[in-house]
Structure formats: structure tokens, C-alpha cells
């Protein structure tokens, strides 16, 4: 008797516990539901974008940049509501990832900072004006990773993977590698906005599938294309103390003030970690491609190849957290690395030297025309 | 000097020894034989890369100019892999559809032509107001499994899938589709 009233317990907490869990996922099915229907607060970057390129509900879409530089638009399926949303909180994630500019960040973001570890990352750092960075007269920029050209280009080989890389895929790469993060789901909405911005990103600047645009990706620079100096680390230092330091600050941990991010980390807890391919000493050529083609802002394609290539080096010579491969040892030496140089880099340089803060940085912000 | 007790116990085990030795040979020689056999002379498809010939790929490669991709190539075998898929489904998708050879709309090609895929994908990732919500073009396909194929739904990441939108990407490549492109109706 007793027996079977424990059998029955069982059963019943069992049961139980099984309509609790399908309630529970009711209960977030319908509020991530909301959120999808809920209007989209944009950016101001995103208001000045998506008005730009003429984002709005309608049967058919013809793009208005690709009017004003050819006379000439094809008209293309159009937008509904939910496509526009979609669209618009895609591009308010990649401007703000950490939803520094959104009321509810949870809600307005998909919480979009529970994959990433640190303060300072979002893809605009990277994939710059919004994933559509132009110069003055509105030309898309070689080497830019501009996500538009990215689209248009997915699913090919990528050769550190070994994987036929679709978009998502790439995305998620970046959350766990280049944020030093977590991997969401395939089918997330944190995945699926940012994928619909891209597609109209590529449908407003009227590119074609499969074709291979400048601004797509990184325009690489490899040691041959330098004057084989070698890559040199004291030389980097030089180089970034004069060009970086100013915004990034003399360690590269970045800087923030009043809880504002002035400039993202290039090294430290709060950069991206040793498994990225802005990695150095894992791909060589990225990081300082990035850096000719983007870097310093409003002063691109300064550098030399050799200097981009030195700054890189340097770069990935500060400590910063170890990837998935590195292992448990290799992550405690980097961690004791970043508590233990930062004060002590300090101490070495109090003796002379101006020290960048923050402050110093929005003064000269603000005294720019 | 060991006793003779001794000397016979020593050399069982050496014989012990020399068989285990022989065996662990014998073991090693006959995986590295199937390894080989199964790479090199099998000819069974589960065991290399490249994938099956089926008649009029060659006819598709050409047409859709699959070649601007490389001769062979990841991307290649994938899209090939998708035209088997394609026109072959009962055969290639076997695990995600009932239909037979015997049937007569046993492949997704009854309803589609390749260039409807292309089109399909570029209009993807859109508000769907019969299903009352934004529809990827994988999940069309996974659609397609379960319905018309009268079949299974394949995972996202299912070379069932994952291929179908790549050669709907070559041909859409092929055909210089933008996004949203529209089929003109002449």
C-alpha cells in the first residue's frame, strides 16, 4: 500500500513538474511574442540609417541610395510590420549591443549582453557605421565588414573552421570569440534581427548573391605585403602610444568615463580573447588589415602596412582571456597577467610621461570643429 | 641456474606475449586494410567526400555556371549535394520523406524548379500572414519535408537543408538576384 502511494507521489510531482515546465515556456514564448509585436525605440544612428535607405512598410521597396548614385532602382518584395521591427531592432543591437542607449536593455536588445562577457564590446566597434560604414560622399569602404557585402557572401568555405559558414554561424562566432562570450541559439532572435538588418542592409545597397564586394570582410595584410622589416613589438608600442593610446588608453584596456564608453578595450578582461581571429598569433593578417582600412577614426588608410602590422603585434602581446583551445592554465596565466601588469605598468611609468584619462579624451573631443 | 618449474612458466608467458603481440598486429593491420579498402575501393558513398553523379547534374553545373565556385570545392559538393537532393529526394532524403520511387511526385523538383528556389531564398526571412509569422527559408524546406514529402522535419543543421539553400544560392548568384528580387512574369 505504502508502495504504491510513493509510486503515485512520484507520478503526480512528475506531472506536476512537467506542466509547471510547459507553463513556464508558455509564459516566455508569450512574452518574447510581445516583445516582437512592441514598437522599436531606435537609436539615433539607426533613425538617421534606416531613414536614409527608406525602411517603412510597403508592398514593394526600391531603394532610395541606389536611386540618388545610379537614377535607376529595382523594385523588390517589399516589408511588412513585423519585417520592419525585425529590421530595426537588428540595427539598434548592432549600434548598441549592450543596450547602453535602450531604456529596458533586456527586452529591447534580447538581453543581448548575457553573451558577452565585459563592458565594452558591440559590433559597431568592429563592423563600423552600423555594418555600413561610407565615406563622405556615401562610397562603402574597402575592407569595412560591412554585413550587407557579409550576407551576399555567406555560406562559403571558411578556412578556420573547415565549415561551409552560413551568416548565422559567423555571428556566433563572434559572440564567442571576438566578445569573448557565450554562443546563442541558431534560431535566437539575437541572431535572427541581426541576420533580416544585413539582408536589408544588401537589399538597400542593391548587391547581388554570391557576388565578392570590397567592403566585404577584411582587406587582409600579410608580412609580404610589407617591407619585411619584421613585425616589430617595441616599434608597435611606439607606434600605438602616438596613434591609440589617446582613445584606447596607454594600456589598451580601453576607457570609460561616468559609466560612458569612450573607447572599446583592444587588451584586458573586457577585450576580445586569444581565439579570435583579431588574434595575432592566430591570424596574422586580420588585425592589422583591420587597422589600416578602419583605424584611426576619421584618419583611415594613414598607416603603412608595416605599422599596422607592428600595432597588431604589440596589441596581442598584452594580456587579454584565453579562447575555448587555450585551456585552464594558459586562462590563469592571462588572468594573473591582467590583475598583476596593470598596477604595475603604472608604477614603471608614474615616474614620467603624461597619463591619457578619459577626461583628457572628451576634452579633445570636444574641442574638435 | 632457475629451476626447471621456473623456465617453463617464463616461457609461457613469453609465448603469452608473442601471441597478444601477434594479434594486437594482426588487429592494427585489418582496421588500416578497411580504412584503405573503405577510402579507396569501397566506392561506397558514406565513405568519401565526393558526391554521387546523378544524370543531368552535369547539364545543371553548365547552365547555372556551378564552375564560377571552383571545379570541386566544399561549396560545390554542397550544391551538388542539393541537386541530388532536389531531383532526387526519395533517394537522397530518405530519412525525412515516405515517398518512394514508385511514387509519382517523389521529389521536391515536382513542384519547384531551381530557379523557384532561388527565388524562394531571396525572399526568405519574411512575414508569412498564413503562418503568422517571419518564415526562414529553411524552415520552408524543413516545411516541405513534413508536408508535401509526407515525411520528418531534418534539424536546421542537416546537409538536407543546409545544401538546398546553397544551391539555391549558386543559382541565385548565377541569375545576379539582389535581395527581395521579383520574378518577372513575361
Given at each position: 500500500m505504502s508502495m504504491s502511494t510513493g509510486k503515485l507521489t512520484k507520478i503526480v510531482l512528475l506531472v506536476l513538474g512537467s506542466v509547471g515546465l510547459y507553463l513556464l515556456a508558455t509564459h516566455q514564448?508569450?512574452?518574447?511574442?510581445?516583445i516582437r509585436q512592441a514598437a522599436v525605440a531606435l537609436t539615433p544612428a539607426c533613425v538617421e540609417k534606416l531613414g536614409r535607405y527608406g525602411l517603412a512598410r510597403s508592398e514593394h521597396y526600391q531603394s532610395p541610395y541606389a536611386l540618388q548614385r545610379t537614377g535607376a532602382s529595382i523594385a523588390v518584395q517589399g516589408y511588412g510590420e513585423d519585417d520592419v521591427r525585425a529590421i530595426q531592432r537588428g540595427c539598434n543591437i548592432i549600434d548598441d549591443t549592450q543596450g547602453s542607449l535602450a531604456k529596458d536593455p533586456g527586452r529591447e536588445r534580447w538581453n543581448a549582453p548575457r553573451f558577452i562577457r565585459g563592458t565594452h564590446v558591440s559590433c559597431d566597434h568592429c563592423h563600423q557605421g552600423i555594418g555600413d560604414k561610407q565615406d563622405v560622399a556615401g562610397n562603402p569602404l574597402k575592407g569595412s565588414l560591412s554585413l550587407g557585402a557579409s550576407w551576399v557572401m555567406a555560406d562559403m568555405y571558411d578556412r578556420f573552421t573547415g565549415l561551409l559558414s552560413p551568416f548565422e554561424f559567423r555571428q556566433m562566432q563572434c559572440y564567442i570569440n571576438s566578445s569573448n562570450g557565450y554562443k546563442p541559439n541558431i534560431a535566437d532572435d539575437v541572431i535572427r534581427d541581426v541576420t533580416a538588418y544585413s539582408r536589408f542592409l544588401s537589399a538597400a545597397l542593391e548587391l547581388k548573391i554570391g557576388n565578392h564586394y570590397d567592403e566585404q570582410g577584411i582587406d587582409e595584410i600579410p608580412a609580404?605585403?610589407?617591407?619585411?622589416?619584421?613585425?616589430?613589438?617595441?616599434?608597435g608600442e611606439a607606434i600605438y602610444k602616438k596613434k591609440c593610446a589617446n582613445c584606447h588608453g596607454p594600456q589598451a584596456f580601453g576607457l570609460e568615463t561616468n559609466g560612458r564608453l569612450v573607447a572599446p578595450a583592444l587588451a584586458g578582461p573586457n577585450a576580445w580573447n586569444m581565439q579570435s581571429r583579431n588574434y595575432f598569433y592566430y591570424v596574422s593578417t586580420i588585425l592589422p588589415g583591420f587597422i589600416c582600412r578602419n583605424m584611426p577614426l576619421g584618419e583611415e588608410n594613414t598607416l603603412?602596412?608595416?605599422?599596422?602590422?607592428?600595432?597588431?603585434?604589440?596589441i596581442s602581446n598584452l594580456p587579454r582571456p584565453a579562447g575555448d583551445r587555450q585551456g585552464p592554465l594558459v586562462a590563469?596565466?592571462?588572468?594573473?597577467?591582467?590583475?598583476?601588469?596593470?598596477?604595475?605598468m603604472r608604477l614603471t611609468k608614474s615616474a614620467g610621461g603624461s597619463e591619457v584619462t578619459a577626461e583628457r579624451v572628451l576634452e579633445r573631443d570636444q574641442s574638435r570643429p | 641456474m632457475n629451476p626447471p618449474a621456473l623456465q617453463d612458466s617464463d616461457a609461457r608467458i613469453e609465448r603469452a606475449h608473442s601471441s597478444t603481440r601477434r594479434k594486437t598486429l594482426a588487429m592494427a593491420g585489418l582496421i588500416a586494410?578497411?580504412?584503405?579498402?573503405?577510402?579507396?575501393?569501397?566506392?561506397?558513398?558514406?565513405?568519401?567526400?565526393?558526391?554521387?553523379?546523378e544524370p543531368g547534374w552535369e547539364k545543371f553545373r553548365a547552365d547555372y555556371r556551378v564552375d564560377h565556385f571552383g571545379e570541386d570545392g566544399q561549396f560545390v559538393r554542397a550544391v551538388?549535394?542539393?541537386?541530388?537532393?532536389?531531383?532526387?529526394?526519395?533517394?537522397?532524403?530518405?530519412?525525412?520523406?515516405?515517398?518512394?520511387?514508385?511514387?509519382?511526385?517523389?521529389?521536391?523538383?515536382?513542384?519547384?524548379?531551381?530557379?523557384?528556389?532561388?527565388?524562394?531564398?531571396?525572399?526568405?526571412?519574411?512575414?508569412?500572414?498564413?503562418?503568422?509569422?517571419?518564415v526562414s527559408f529553411?524552415?520552408?524546406?524543413?516545411?516541405?519535408?513534413a508536408g508535401p514529402m509526407d515525411g520528418f522535419i531534418p534539424t536546421l543543421y542537416d546537409p538536407a537543408v543546409r545544401d538546398i539553400r546553397l544551391l539555391a544560392r549558386a543559382v541565385a548568384h548565377h541569375l545576379q538576384l539582389s535581395e527581395g528580387a521579383l520574378r518577372r512574369r513575361d
Open positions: 514564448h508569450g512574452q518574447r511574442e510581445a609580404s605585403a610589407t617591407p619585411k622589416q619584421g613585425d616589430d613589438y617595441v616599434r603603412s602596412n608595416q605599422e599596422c602590422r607592428d600595432i597588431a603585434f604589440y590563469l596565466q592571462q588572468q594573473i597577467l591582467m590583475t598583476v601588469l596593470p598596477p604595475l | 586494410g578497411f580504412v584503405l579498402w573503405a577510402h579507396l575501393g569501397s566506392g561506397i558513398p558514406a565513405f568519401h567526400s565526393e558526391v554521387s553523379s551538388q549535394n542539393g541537386y541530388n537532393l532536389i531531383f532526387y529526394t526519395h533517394k537522397y532524403a530518405s530519412r525525412f520523406t515516405r515517398k518512394a520511387a514508385s511514387n509519382r511526385a517523389n521529389s521536391c523538383a515536382a513542384c519547384h524548379t531551381a530557379e523557384d528556389l532561388a527565388y524562394g531564398f531571396v525572399n526568405s526571412d519574411r512575414f508569412d500572414p498564413k503562418l503568422g509569422k517571419r529553411e524552415e520552408r524546406v524543413m516545411r516541405c519535408y
